[in-house]
């Protein structure tokens, strides 16, 4: 089983659609966890951090329900510029202290005209 | 600020052959990691320096690598002898040192070496 799982996709939705990725993961000793955008054949880049009680930036909301180990990320009003790889990642860091960040296979979105 | 930068971007070899590839962290950053991604799969955690001391390197697939952080700036990983399954794109990601009240540290990636054993 992977320690981070989420929906490949792709998904194909017109702009200004709202979409929804979610992804679970298997460890409940989890302390950190993120979004991280991956545009094709680039660098993983930082969308937002995940808190517990929620947390919204721009037109992008994440959340995060520990019980049932689920992380969300929700997208309004879907530009072009959104299209890219979406990759969940947790951290450990609390636990065993290395930060080291373990990565889901990421949800491709594709936003069309 | 410059960001994390790797050398080479490409690197196309033929199996059996040594390959080493560099990682420049942003200034200032003492933790030092570097990830793997193999095509179809996800990116996965190699191992994490901080400074010049190797803190985990619990996802070194095997003996066949060697991470290197001389002086606790720039890190080397060493790949000798390259198997075909070494392919994939190698990340290296740097982060300020941890402050204990603040949690976990944003990593901030390189763009990437793309390793081809052929």
């Known amino acids: 089983r992977k320690e981070v799982e989420q929906d490949p996709g792709p998904f194909n939705v017109p702009e200004g659609a709202t979409v929804a990725f979610n992804c679970t993961y298997s460890?409940?000793?989890?302390?950190?966890f993120f979004w991280y955008r991956q545009d094709c054949r680039k660098e993983p880049k930082l969308l937002m951090s995940v808190y517990s009680s929620g947390n919204e930036d721009g037109r992008f909301t994440a959340q995060l329900n520990r019980a049932s180990q689920y992380i969300s990320l929700l997208i309004r009003d879907s530009k072009l510029s959104d299209s890219a790889t979406y990759l969940c990642v947790v951290s450990l860091y609390g636990s065993s202290n290395t930060g080291k960040l373990i990565f889901g296979q990421g949800t491709t979105l594709q936003v069309k005209p | 600020e410059a960001g994390v930068t790797q050398f080479p971007s490409h690197s196309v070899i033929e199996k059996g052959q040594t390959v080493t590839l560099r990682c420049d962290p942003i200034s200032g950053h003492d933790n030092l990691y570097w990830y793997r991604r193999v095509m179809g799969k996800e990116i996965k955690f190699l191992l994490h320096?901080?400074?010049?001391?190797?803190?985990?390197e619990s996802g070194m697939p095997n003996n066949r690598f060697l991470a290197e952080r001389t002086g606790g700036t720039y890190s080397t990983l060493k790949v000798q002898p390259a198997e075909l399954e070494d392919s994939g794109v190698y990340f290296c990601?740097?982060?300020?040192?941890?402050?204990?009240?603040?949690?976990?540290?944003?990593?901030?990636f390189g763009p990437g070496t793309r390793l081809t054993v052929l």
């Open positions: 320096f901080v400074k010049e001391s190797k803190q985990d």
């Open positions: 990601a740097s982060s300020h040192p941890r402050d204990p009240g603040r949690g976990t540290d944003t990593q901030y």
């Open positions: 460890n409940s000793a989890s302390q950190s």
